[in-house]
């Protein structure tokens, strides 16, 4: 099982970054994918995710009316797309996915993780 994240960058605040997440090796139609970040001296956090028809999708309270889960299933891809992008938005960002539902997802404990790509926000 492959999780590939990218799409990262430098971006200034208020900008924007789709990132994406391809996947392979996995029933990727049938899982739940998530993205959670991890900033410089801080614990992994849950960022958003998204069922596996697409039809349900949490955000964090941090990321809502910001940040979009979406997925295509014919493509094996997650993508994230984050608009008025803050500071305190900084992180490696880390694609996820489980197959067994949301709450590993959500809980942080999801069978699949992706290597992380880094997003960088100037003020």
């Known amino acids: 099982v492959q999780l590939q994240a990218f799409g990262g960058g430098l971006v200034q605040a208020g900008g924007s970054l789709r990132l994406s997440c391809a996947v392979s090796?996995?029933?990727?139609?049938?899982?739940?994918m998530g993205w959670f970040r991890q900033a410089p001296g801080k614990e992994r956090e849950f960022v958003t995710a998204i069922s596996w028809s697409g039809g349900t999708r949490d955000y964090a309270d941090s990321v809502k009316g910001r940040f979009t889960i979406s997925r295509d299933n014919a493509k094996n891809t997650v993508f994230l797309q984050m608009n008025s992008l803050k500071p305190e938005d900084m992180a490696v960002y880390y694609c996820?996915?489980?197959?067994?539902?949301?709450?590993?997802?959500?809980?942080?404990?999801?069978?699949?993780w992706g290597k992380g790509t880094l997003v960088t926000v100037s003020s």
């Open positions: 090796g996995m029933p990727f139609s049938r899982s739940t």
């Open positions: 996820a996915a489980d197959i067994r539902g949301p709450e590993p997802i959500q809980s942080g404990k999801a069978d699949y």
